[in-house]
């Protein structure tokens, strides 16, 4: 299973992006942090690439960073944070614990990646009911057997 999210407001606090699974009629909206258009240079190793780029912290006055684009394996992993298992992110390069979960506004996420509705300028609302539903298709497709891959566009 390919979902694939694609970036396309690029504010100084947030990002907003679409999210559609491949093959499906799921869409929803994404609300990450600010994108500093973290790209892997051509015939850059991943481990130069993870040396070179590393997270920023959220801290007044820095916001944190939106992972680098690229393509990612998740699984659904437990999180002490939200007490229950959510999509997480791994490989991404200079980035450690990276969710797909829950959250409103940029101050809920510190670099994972919330879903929802974008209905309101820098929010996305629904969240916890959108997450279940691509909570939903991730479980139905661990179940086969089938990888799951997380794809981060411009």
């Known amino acids: 299973m390919i979902i694939l999210i694609k970036r396309k407001y690029f504010k100084k606090d947030y990002t907003i992006g679409s999210l559609t699974i491949e093959g499906t009629s799921f869409k929803c909206d994404t609300l990450e942090p600010r994108d500093r258009e973290l790209r892997r240079k051509e015939n850059e190793s991943f481990e130069d690439f993870a040396t070179r780029v590393k997270k920023v912290k959220a801290q007044t006055p820095t916001l944190p960073t939106a992972i680098p684009y690229g393509t990612y394996w998740t699984h659904m992993r437990m999180s002490t944070k939200f007490r229950g298992f959510r999509?997480?992110?791994?490989?991404?390069?200079?980035?450690?614990?990276?969710?797909?979960?829950?959250?409103?506004?940029?101050?809920?996420?510190?670099?994972?990646?919330?879903?929802?509705?974008?209905?309101?300028?820098?929010?996305?609302?629904?969240?916890r009911a959108t997450l279940r539903f691509l909570m939903d298709y991730i479980y139905k497709a661990e179940e086969v057997g089938e990888p799951v891959e997380v794809v981060v566009k411009a």
Do not use: Q
């Open 87 to 127: 999509p997480m992110l791994y490989g991404v390069a200079g980035f450690l614990g990276i969710f797909i979960h829950e959250g409103n506004t940029p101050g809920d996420t510190k670099g994972c990646i919330l879903v929802g509705e974008n209905r309101e300028r820098g929010k996305v609302l629904n969240s």
